[in-house]
T-cell receptor, first 111, second 114 residues
Framework: TQLLEQSPQFLSIQEGENLTVYCNSS?????LQWYRQEPGEGPVLLVT?????EVKKLKRLTFQFGDARKDSSLHITAAQPGDTGLYLC???????????FGTGTRLKVLA | ETGVTQTPRHLVMGMTNKKSLKCEQH?????MYWYKQSAKKPLELMFV???????ENNSVPSRFSPECPNSSHLFLHLHTLQPEDSALYLC?????????????FGSGTRLTVV
């Protein structure tokens, strides 16, 4: 069974702190995405990474795809309360629609 | 309206009831999906429709019955559900049936089976 393990599961930090969330698997993915889901809403796509070693930046968020395309990380600089939510990674192991979602990291940023 | 719209937002139903969830997308996408999100479990893919044809049925019990009358609409018909079916049901769409293009999710229907 292919799994995408995210760590940590829960994270509570103060406004202004930095944090990193990890998404790991034993499988190789042709592409990987990160989503943020706020309470009562569906996940919203943040980024797609497709090349091993790729780094993408979205304002204070930095996404990295591992060289072997088995893992990814999301780094948030100077976290703000608006960053609060459930962060999900999703991987496409075979280049088709048969992809899987990670276990999720629930982030709470305190003002 | 833009994006993916799901109705109803909340639904409480008894185990003997029949109800339907509706999803509508105004993005011109040609693939639509149903996902189940339960507490403490990753999102589970239930059904995939590409160009109105079902291309994936991820071992979902027959008490869940999808319908895709056209590329903009997707339904999930529910009957004789069990309490463990209580969850957030999310609809999503994409340009093609592949995650590379990204999914646009609706806000979900919070289903409670009593």
């Amino acid at each position: 069974t292919q799994l995408l393990e995210q760590s940590p599961q829960f994270l509570s930090i103060q406004e202004g702190e930095n944090l990193t969330v990890y998404c790991n698997s034993s499988s190789v993915f042709s592409s990987l995405q990160w989503y943020r889901q706020e309470p009562g809403e569906g996940p919203v796509l943040l980024v797609t990474v497709v090349t091993g070693g790729e780094v993408k930046k979205l304002k204070r968020l930095t996404f990295q795809f591992g060289d072997a395309r088995k893992d990814s990380s999301l780094h948030i600089t100077a976290a703000q309360p608006g960053d609060t939510g459930l962060y999900l990674c999703a991987g496409d192991p075979s280049g088709t629609y048969k992809y899987i979602f990670g276990t999720g990291t629930r982030l709470k940023v305190l003002a | 309206e833009t994006g993916v719209t799901q109705t109803p937002r909340h639904l409480v139903m008894g185990m003997t009831n029949k109800k339907s969830l509706k999803c509508e997308q105004h993005l011109g996408h040609n693939a639509m999906y149903w996902y189940k999100q339960s507490a403490k479990k990753p999102l589970e893919l239930m059904f995939v429709y590409s160009l109105e044809e079902r291309v994936e049925n991820n071992s979902v019990p027959s008490r869940f019955s999808p319908e895709c009358p056209n590329s903009s609409h997707l339904f999930l018909h529910l009957h004789t559900l069990q309490p463990e079916d209580s969850a957030l049901y999310l609809c999503a769409s994409s340009q093609d049936a592949g995650i590379r293009y990204g999914y646009t999710f609706g806000s979900g229907t919070r289903l409670t089976v009593v």
